[in-house]
Nanobody
């Protein structure tokens, strides 16, 4: 069982930065791959970024490549999403998720645990 708690969301102007954190409970955090998803109003939840269990492999959706960076600190049971050059279209609730397979996957159905989400709002 893994419990995930996101933090770091907020209101920022376009072009600004935020760093999201996702703190995980449980001794087996380092075995899980982690992902970030987002959901804007009236939209489906979409994949943003993922990182494998060791942090050696990452993957991003095209719209955030070069602007967002996913990383993890297994000693702190935490995964991060550094978001730079934010755009109004990045506005959404951001969720972190854990995948027992340990490998990078992009489909939400492949993730086993989810956090409650944190709101990110980018003003123009």
């Amino acid at each position: 069982q893994v419990q995930l708690v996101e933090s770091g969301g907020g209101l920022v102007q376009a072009g600004g930065s935020l760093r999201l954190s996702c703190a995980a409970s449980g001794r087996t955090f380092s075995r899980y791959a982690m992902g970030w998803f987002r959901q804007a109003p009236a939209n489906e939840r979409e994949f943003v970024a993922a990182i494998n269990w060791s942090g050696t492999n990452t993957y991003y959706t095209d719209s955030v490549k070069g602007r967002f960076t996913i990383s993890r600190d297994n000693a702190k049971n935490t995964v991060y999403l550094q978001m730079n050059s934010l755009k109004p279209e990045d506005t959404a609730v951001y969720y972190c998720a854990a995948n027992w397979l340990g490998t990078v996957v992009t489909a939400s159905k492949d993730y086993d645990y989810w956090g409650q989400g944190t709101q990110v709002t980018v003003s123009s």
